[in-house]
């Protein structure tokens, strides 16, 4: 068995009445259990190549193999029901409930009633959607959001290896669409499902992708690479274009708060302390502030020299509440937001239970962001492409 | 002689408009039903095959431009007098706004649900079935509405041809005796009847269409 789930071999689309192929001898490896994106200008033939893998779309030429299995010849309805499909205009069939619209494959597949019960529940529950509440409406009676939801929960159905995605969530308003990528990478870490991700925005194709593929006209390939190879290693000018100028904010969004070293030293204290305690505790550190946890050790409030001036009785009522608080797995861009927004100009770490962890500034930050490129710039110095009195790459 | 105390009041005049509405009844159900079968299958057939779609649809727009009285006649030496030829040429006429309603029917379902159902590996006549058809549904039986209420009024023209239905009480007891006493009220007669049984078919495509449109597709 192959660690390739999906091999595409030549692949070649030409619409009738074209001079060129719209895909031109795509040829690529789709790893077992990973997120592959295709990302690339629009009409450069992201959808088409898509379409040739579920053969929505025949293929003129070339070779679909899935599995190890030559499937460019066989059944293609046969085909479909193990592939999951997901498109942006989602297509959820409006006359049929929502239980009937996740139903659909397993129906075809000829499951017995209880069992598909059972797993249209299971997956609603899955995708965030209470099955008491929407197992009987239309689709009509959804949101944009929940939509698509449903259509992950249609595609995932059968519990079918491979799932095609085309721009899911491309119609959906930015905070929605944050949140359902959030979601369904959370879900993949369980499903392990091997997916292949169209987008044209490279930044979703950062978060949401194991490996990029980045296409110019007619599908051919730029780079396919990890996102951190594209960031910090664009193969070539179209890459390095298309990526854009924001490239190390983007990086920000690859890294996760749990990958840099946040400070744990700032000095703490609790809410049953006496001022005075706090007050020393604080002058003895070279802090400028100190946090107060609760018996749970959760922060609440930050606590500053001059607070301490005209101490309050209780320490729970002096100085400002704590704000801005991130979890290990946020991303750094996630953090450096929380700091603007946050006024004490730091972010607070914290676990799931909301238990103080340490804390995050924008030195931090920078530090690693100074990592990154230092580790390009070794990159680029293994490749001589370095001019040693700027220390900037390329030129 | 007036139209409600003496032309109505008639028992034997009522049993005979009665018996007249439901032969006219009969005649629009049978040709309309042949027509819906007649109709879905050309129009499924205009939406699949492309090419075949003008040819379908140009031929029935001309069966609905014969004249009506020229149509009925036309199919006299073809197939004689009586009901055959009036149901022939209802028939006709009926078919074009059921194959034109599938047609835009079947084009107007959302090309993303046609997709998606493809990708999930639903074949070509399934889809038709279970996606398609129940989609296009309100706009087909709007046709099919439409044809109905369309011939009811046509089905008159049949009494010409020695057809059944409630042509024949404003042709022979009217039209034909114009001038002696009881033509008009016949005249009046047979029309209200034929307004009564149009108002009374909207009604039961009101009710068809409550419980056959899907609830999801309902406006
Ligand atoms: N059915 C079709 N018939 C003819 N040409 C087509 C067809 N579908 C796509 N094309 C052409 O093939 C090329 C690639 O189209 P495709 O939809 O794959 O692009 P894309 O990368 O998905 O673009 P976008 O980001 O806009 O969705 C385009 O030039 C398009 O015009
Ligand atoms: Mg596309």
């Known amino acids: 068995m192959s660690d390739d789930m999906i091999q595409l071999e030549e692949l070649t689309k030409r619409f009738p009445g074209q001079a060129e192929p719209a895909v031109d001898r795509l040829t690529m490896r789709v790893p077992r259990g990973e997120i592959v994106v295709f990302v690339g200008p629009s009409g450069c033939g992201k959808t088409t190549s898509l379409k040739m893998i579920n053969r929505i779309i025949e293929p003129t030429s070339g070779h679909i193999i899935i599995d190890g299995e030559d499937v460019t010849d066989v059944d293609p309805d046969e085909l479909r029901r193990g592939i999951g499909y997901v498109i942006q205009q989602i297509g959820l069939f409006p006359h049929v409930t929502i239980s009937d619209n996740v139903a659909t494959v397993p129906r075809l597949l000829g499951w017995d009633k209880d069992r598909i019960t059972a797993r249209t529940d299971e997956l609603l529950e899955i995708v965030g959607l209470d099955p008491d509440l929407y197992r009987d409406r239309y689709p009509k009676e959804l949101s944009g959001g929940q939509r698509q939801r449903v259509g992950v929960a249609r595609a995932l159905a059968a519990d079918p290896p491979v799932l095609l995605m085309d721009e899911p969530f491309g119609a959906i308003d930015p905070i929605t669409r944050t949140r359902l990528q959030n979601e369904f990478l959370r879900l993949q870490e369980e499903l392990k499902k091997t997916i292949v991700f169209v987008t044209h925005d490279i930044d979703e194709a950062i978060k949401m992708g194991d490996r990029i593929a980045i296409l110019r006209e007619q599908s051919h390939i730029a780079q396919f690479a990890t996102p951190e190879e594209i960031l910090t290693q664009p193969a070539n000018e179209f890459v390095e274009d298309f990526v854009g100028s924001g490239a190390t904010l983007k990086r920000l969004k690859l890294s996760r708060v749990r990958d840099v070293d946040w400070l744990t030293d700032c000095p703490t204290g609790r809410l049953d302390d006496s001022p005075e305690v706090l007050r020393q505790r604080l002058a003895d550190s070279d802090w400028t502030a100190l946090l107060v946890l609760d018996d749970r050790d959760r922060p609440v409030r930050w606590l500053r020299a001059p607070d301490f001036h005209h101490p309050a009785r209780e320490v729970a009522r002096m100085g400002l509440p704590a704000v801005a608080f991130v979890r290990p797995q946020a991303t750094l861009s996630d953090a450096l937001e929380e700091m603007l927004v946050g006024s004490a100009g730091v972010a607070i770490v914290i676990d799931g239970q909301g238990v103080y962890q340490g804390i995050m500034d924008v030195d931090v930050i920078i530090a690693s962001i100074q990592a990154m490129r230092d580790a390009t710039n070794e990159f680029y110095r293994a490749a001589k492409l370095v001019d040693p009195t700027t220390g900037l790459a390329g030129s | ?219």
């Open chain 2, 1 to 219: 002689m007036s139209f409600f105390t003496d032309y109505l009041a008639d028992p034997s005049r009522q049993a005979r408009l009665l018996e007249m509405a439901v032969e006219h009844l009969v005649l629009v159900g049978a040709s309309v039903g042949v027509a819906v079968l007649l109709g879905l299958a050309l129009g499924i057939t205009a939406h699949r095959v492309d090419w075949l779609a003008p040819a379908i649809l140009n031929t029935a727009s001309i069966f609905l431009t014969i004249p009506s009285l020229a149509l009925f006649a036309l199919l006299i030496p073809l197939v004689g007098i009586g009901a055959t030829p009036a149901w022939v040429a209802l028939v006709m006429y009926s078919l074009l706004p059921i194959v034109r309603n599938t047609v835009s029917g079947l084009n107007s379902v959302d090309q993303a649900v046609v997709e998606s159902a493809k990708g999930m590996g639903m074949g070509g006549t399934t889809r038709l079935l279970r996606i398609e058809l129940p989609n296009a549904w309100p706009v087909v039986l709007a046709g099919v509405r439409v044809a109905t209420l369309l011939v009811v009024g046509i089905a008159a023209i049949a009494a010409l041809v020695g057809g059944p239905g409630l042509g024949q009480e404003i042709y022979q007891n009217g039209i034909r005796r114009i001038g002696s006493p009881g033509a008009l009220n016949a005249l009046l007669g047979g029309t209200v009847m034929i307004v009564l049984l149009a108002l009374l078919l909207d009604l039961l495509y009101l009710a068809i269409g409550r419980l056959t449109i899907p609830r999801g597709i309902r406006e």
